[in-house]
T-cell receptor
Framework: EAQVTQNPRYLITVTGKKLTVTCSQN?????MSWYRQDPGLGLRQIYY???????DKGDVPEGYKVSRKEKRNFPLILESPSPNQTSLYFC?????????????FGPGTRLLVL | KNEVEQSPQNLTAQEGEFITINCSYS?????LHWLQQHPGGGIVSLFM???GKKKHGRLIATINIQEKHSSLHITASHPRDSAVYIC??????????FGTGTSLTVIP
């Protein structure tokens, strides 16, 4: 089954404790992206990647890191989480270019930073 | 700054009604997407548009590039259409900008 998976789905942590949210897709998509969703603000793009070893900042990259060492994986790293990073996070992937722009979203990760 | 504006924010309709959700954007775009987010949180892509009109079942999406405006129509609405509908635009690069969503409730 074609899908984007995220882990963990729920996470409660404390300020300053490094964490990683994993994202994996099995559709051989070049493009992957991370978003956060907050009430009243909607979805905002954090980082995206056009292919292995190619990443770029989105609208709200501060406090986040990413890496793309393999095509299928795109982890989101919070080196020193703060309460303002409490949010619902989505990973998504799609084929790059052409008319195949449909984005496939993961199920989301709810993060609470105390 | 709001690159993408949606209206209305909330919408309640009776089953069977024709529904329109509007999206206006202020940036140059390569494509516009309509997404659906169900109460459980999952997000599904409904349409990608770069011009004209697309139809899928009871859903119709249109875009007017000159006016920087798109509409999502739902014909013969059904309670299972209750969800949040989100407009998103891909800029000339690969950045995405999103509207804050329209929460639709269809009452039987």
């Amino acid at each position: 089954e074609a899908q984007v998976t995220q882990n963990p789905r729920y996470l409660i942590t404390v300020t300053g404790k490094k964490l990683t949210v994993t994202c994996s897709q099995n559709m051989n998509h070049e493009y992957m992206s991370w978003y956060r969703q907050d009430p009243g603000l909607g979805l905002r793009q954090i980082y995206y990647s056009m292919n292995v070893e190619v990443t770029d900042k989105g609208d709200v990259p501060e406090g986040y890191k990413v890496s793309r060492k393999e095509k299928r994986n795109f982890p989101l790293i919070l080196e020193s989480p703060s309460p303002n990073q409490t949010s619902l996070y989505f990973c998504a992937s799609r084929l790059a270019g052409g008319s195949q722009e449909t984005q496939y979203f993961g199920p989301g990760t709810r993060l609470l930073v105390l | 700054k709001n690159e993408v504006e949606q209206s209305p924010q909330n919408l309640t309709a009776q089953e069977g009604e024709f529904i329109t959700i509007n999206c206006s954007y202020s940036v140059g775009i390569s494509a516009l997407h309509w997404l659906q987010q169900h109460p459980g949180g999952g997000i599904v892509s409904l349409f990608m548009l770069s011009s004209g009109k697309k139809k899928h079942g009871r859903l119709i999406a249109t875009i007017n590039i000159q006016e920087k405006h798109s509409s999502l129509h739902i014909t013969a609405s059904h309670p299972r259409d209750s969800a949040v509908y989100i407009c998103a635009v891909r800029s000339g690069g690969n950045q995405f900008y999103f509207g804050t969503g329209t929460s639709l409730t269809v009452i039987p």
